[in-house]
């Protein structure tokens, strides 16, 4: 059963599970014409990873490039209308285009901001993809990983990806059993019964200015 968390240990739970994100992100990076996630894993997280440790910037936490990284590399990979449906529950249909819309904007900020942060805590950890278990077929699927660093247990992700018109799409990641969309269930679902979609939208938009202070970055 997928775990999630809130109140005080929400902050620290995302960070270890952006950090896990942040190595193994490309798990799913999945082209539409050829169905080889385990070979793409690999391939694309070397090329990250590498870039990683040879741009001095990036582990000095130099804002501009991780977060051109984060774009580059990652974004393309995110159905995040779909991560925010699922966030949000129950109180999604209820939300009218425009504040979907909304919604989905300051719920993308707001991981990118937490993932650009937990980019800085890379150490060298290394990625192991496990074999794919799918049929030919499938539209939607779960990628394997584990990440692995010396003195310390295995980190399991699992990715679950649906295979959409625009490729293969994450829309939910799986730390240690701790739901990446779940985590924030909770949440969401406090400040709407508290002030509305609006008062969501407002609460998440808050939420990303703080961070981007605590980055000393200016927003985009």
């Known amino acids: 059963m997928r775990r999630s968390y809130s109140g005080a240990n929400q902050t620290e739970v995302m960070m270890k599970l952006f950090l896990a994100l942040f190595l193994g992100f490309c798990a ?10 385990d070979v793409q894993v690999k391939t694309i997280t070397d090329e990250v990873i590498a870039i990683v440790r040879q741009d001095k910037d990036l582990g000095a936490f130099n804002q501009k490039k991780v977060s051109a990284l984060v774009d580059a590399k990652v974004l393309p ?7 925010t449906a699922i966030a949000v529950g129950r109180n999604w249909p209820k939300a009218s285009p425009e504040q979907q819309k909304l919604l989905a904007g300051e719920f993308r900020t707001l991981l990118v901001r937490t993932y650009s942060s937990a980019l800085s805590s890379y150490k060298n950890q290394v990625i192991e993809v496990k074999p794919l278990r799918a049929a030919a077929g499938d539209s939607e699927v779960t990628v ?7 003195g310390t247990e295995p980190i399991s992700i699992d990715y679950s990806l649906e295979k959409t018109t625009a490729g293969w799409k994450i829309y939910d990641v799986v730390v240690s059993g701790v739901s990446l969309v779940s985590t924030y269930r909770e949440s969401f679902t406090v400040e709407i019964r508290n002030g509305g979609v609006d ?4 609460s998440l938009a808050s ?3 703080s961070l981007v202070g605590h980055l000393g970055a200016k927003p985009a």
């Open 77 to 83: 990979y995110f159905d995040f209308a779909r991560m």
């Open 199 to 202: 008062g969501l939208i407002k």
């Open 28 to 37: 799913a990076a999945v082209s539409a014409e050829e169905f080889a996630p």
């Open 207 to 209: 939420k990303n200015r």
């Open 144 to 150: 394997r990983t584990q990440i692995k660093q010396t």
